[in-house]
């Protein structure tokens, strides 16, 4: 009843959206009426995709459910920054009106304002297809140095490398999967860790498109966590094709690496909300922490949501690695990630923690990436210099 509720406001939002665009930039667009009525058209159009495409996922006939979701996540895309690009039309010719009326010359220019009408709609397309090839590209390896206090001389260079938020779904399919592993394994990291939001659907429907994460291959093995995602589609099932697949799923616990003789602790928890779909997967890095040893100087705490960090701090943790922003995925959004986490991408020192957020390896919904490109990150641990 409540997701029928929220999506009945969000069609009727998305509807006052739509009207407002074609009010502001339809008028004034120096085209003919047939360009002005297929304008119309498609902006009902998309009106009809959209709301298609994020609930595609309900549709129980693949081949349609992922043709829906192709067309409405690409038409929410392009809407996003048409309807971004229109507002912020609006507010340069409110200052242009009110500096022309302050000067006391003839308000507003006819051509401006009609070029500007075909400009927002134009630079929308533009920005879209770019965002889609940042989106459907092999994301790109990114490498960072965790300095860690008194780091043992065998841990020196010690690699890990972390995806997240790859979201198999209904636009992101086995070929996509199959790229980031080869260049995975490429790497030869020590470890693999896997942040979370590896899914959008169900195990019946994906499982096939999620088989090459069986390949990645590292001296330590693949160390996996839950995220947010992962619950919204039948967590329990797809941990038991985790593990199925030869990765080692972390649910607050820990294990103890042995590595040219010096010992790490990794560890990971379910995610940060993870105890509103199952109590018993209550995310709890203090849990994950009992029993490791306390002389161990590199401790590694996987958790899918950054907001993990205040108890992983508590908990004594060195470094958690999470995921889950997208660092904002295309703007204005990475504005509004801050309003819930408190980081959104990138190494920060948080009491005494090292946390690394990544921008995710995938992308969900739109498929589109701009101002906030996708990662394979490296994670290295080198010693801190000396105080």
Request: hydrophobic content about 50%.
């Amino acid at each position: 009843m409540r997701r029928s509720a929220f999506f009945i406001r969000f069609i009727g939002i998305g509807v006052l959206f739509h009207i407002y665009v074609g009010v502001r930039l339809i008028p004034d667009a120096p085209v003919g009426p047939a360009l002005k009525a297929l304008a119309i058209a498609l902006l009902v159009a998309s009106l009809i995709l959209i709301p298609l495409g994020m609930s595609a996922r309900s549709i129980e006939k693949q081949p349609l459910a992922d043709r829906l979701a192709w067309f409405g996540l690409t038409a929410l895309g392009f809407f996003s920054s048409l309807l971004l690009l229109t507002f912020a039309r609006d507010l340069v010719l409110l200052s242009v009106h009110v500096f022309d009326w302050l000067r006391g010359t003839p308000i507003g220019s006819p051509r401006f304002v009609a070029e500007s009408a075909l400009a927002v709609p134009l630079l929308a397309l533009l920005s879209s297809v770019a965002g889609f090839y940042n989106a459907r590209k092999r994301a790109p390896v990114k490498s960072v140095d965790v300095p860690i206090d008194n780091l043992p001389a065998a841990l020196e260079g010690f690699t890990i490398v972390q995806i997240s938020d790859i979201h198999v779904g209904p636009t992101i399919k086995r070929h996509y999967v199959e790229r980031i592993v080869a260049a995975v394994n490429a790497l030869q990291p020590d470890l693999i860790a896997v942040t979370g939001d590896v899914v959008d659907g169900s195990v019946p429907h994906l499982a096939a498109h999620t088989r090459p994460l069986a390949e990645l291959s590292a001296r330590h093995g693949a160390f996996l966590v839950t995220g947010n995602h992962e619950y919204y589609s039948g967590a329990d099932k797809w941990i038991v094709e985790f593990r199925r697949l030869g990765m080692n799923v972390l649910l607050n616990q820990h294990v103890v690496l042995n590595h040219d003789g010096a010992q790490a602790v990794i560890a990971g928890v379910t995610d940060y909300g993870a105890g509103s779909f199952d109590p018993a997967h209550r995310s709890d890095p203090a849990k994950a922490m009992e029993g490791a040893p306390a002389d161990a100087t590199v401790r590694v705490l996987l958790a899918h949501q950054p907001r993990s960090a205040t108890a992983a701090a508590d908990a004594g943790f060195t470094l958690q690695l999470s995921g889950h922003t997208h660092g904002g995925q295309f703007f204005p959004w990475n504005f509004f990630v801050k309003l819930q986490q408190p980081f959104v991408s990138g190494l920060v020192k948080f009491n005494g923690l090292w946390v690394y957020t990544s921008r995710g390896t995938g992308y969900w919904g739109p498929p589109k990436r701009l101002g906030a490109p996708s990662e394979i990150t490296r994670v290295r641990l080198v010693a801190a210099p000396a105080a």
